[in-house]
């Protein structure tokens, strides 16, 4: 209920604001359950993808929207749990399988799930190589797998903005539904699963029109989080010689008073022995 609220008060503020269009909105069934597999550009992307759609989406979103703390936290927390998200543990393992679980459960009453296979958001707007619990869900629920390609997402909210950005349009473009039956039976298969997911993965890239790099996501973050890492460090390192060299010649600057003060002081001292001395030879010549 509270789902359909929040999309009766967001949905028109949202069109007014930024007039997201959509195309393709019939190749997603009406009814039964179909995975609704999406490029994540944006935290925005969790607005504007069900926009357009008379059916829930449900989405297996990242635990961290569930455990966050202060106000910012409980807005979160209320709001994905009040849609019927539902978190998950990336951290892989037990906990993958126990998300894929959850995920088929959403399968099994005939709605449509939605996942991000690239697993976290596009630090660079590109398209990054899918992990295979996609494809597993679709063999395992025996359930179409329709592309939902999100453009423009990343001009709105990139990662780290908090104040949404007006003047973009946005645009969900959803494709045909791929059809895996071929392949039930073979979700033990990681060939076919990898297959699959290349070819879910290919179909996001026709539709968002995003440069493909066959590399997962997060390890990309990683790196860009360490090269960032390095060049504060390199930063702070530069400020910190700065310093040091400012203190140096201030020292310097300082000594060079000190010793041109003593200059003149020694100048002066010999100045008033010249004219003492001055001085007393004159009374001896009058004397």
């Known amino acids: 209920m509270f789902y359909w609220v929040v999309k009766a008060i967001l949905g028109p503020v949202l069109a007014v604001l930024w007039q997201p269009r959509a195309e393709g909105v019939e190749n997603v069934p009406r009814r039964g359950p179909a995975i609704m597999v999406s490029n994540h550009l944006s935290f925005s992307d969790h607005f504007f993808g069900p926009l357009p759609l008379p059916r829930r989406i449900t989405f297996l979103a990242k635990a961290e929207y569930f455990t ?16 019927g998200q539902i978190p998950i543990d990336r951290s892989g393992g037990k906990a993958s399988e126990a998300a894929l679980r959850t995920g088929l459960r959403v399968l099994k009453r005939g709605e449509l799930l939605g996942i991000y296979p690239e697993g976290t958001r596009s630090p660079d707007g590109k398209l990054y190589r899918g992990r295979t619990g996609v494809a597993r869900l679709a063999l395992e629920a025996k359930a179409p797998v329709v592309p939902m390609a999100m453009i423009n997402l990343e001009k709105i909210m990139p990662p780290g903005r908090t104040v949404p950005k007006l003047g973009v349009r ?17 979700e033990k298969d990681q060939r ?3 297959a699959i997911t290349d070819e879910i993965m290919y179909a996001l890239m026709e539709l968002s029109g995003q440069e493909y790099v066959d590399r997962y996501a997060q390890a990309v973050k990683a790196e860009i989080e360490a090269e960032e890492k390095e060049a504060r460090r390199e930063q702070q390192a530069s400020a910190k010689d700065e310093r040091r060299t400012r203190r140096a010649e201030r020292r310097t600057d300082r000594k060079a008073r000190k010793e041109a003060a003593r200059e003149e002081k020694r100048a002066r001292k010999a100045a008033e022995r010249a004219d003492a001395e001055q001085a007393g030879g004159k009374r001896d010549d009058d004397a």
Do not use: E, I
Not at 68 to 83: E, H, I, P, Q
Not at 172 to 181: A, C, I, N, R, T
């Open 68 to 83: 966050g703390t202060g106000v910012k936290g409980f807005v979160s927390r209320a709001f994905f749990t009040g849609v």
């Open 192 to 194: 076919v699963l990898r």
């Open 170 to 186: 946005p645009k969900v473009v959803f494709g045909k539904p791929l059809d895996f039956s071929r392949y039930y039976g073979m």
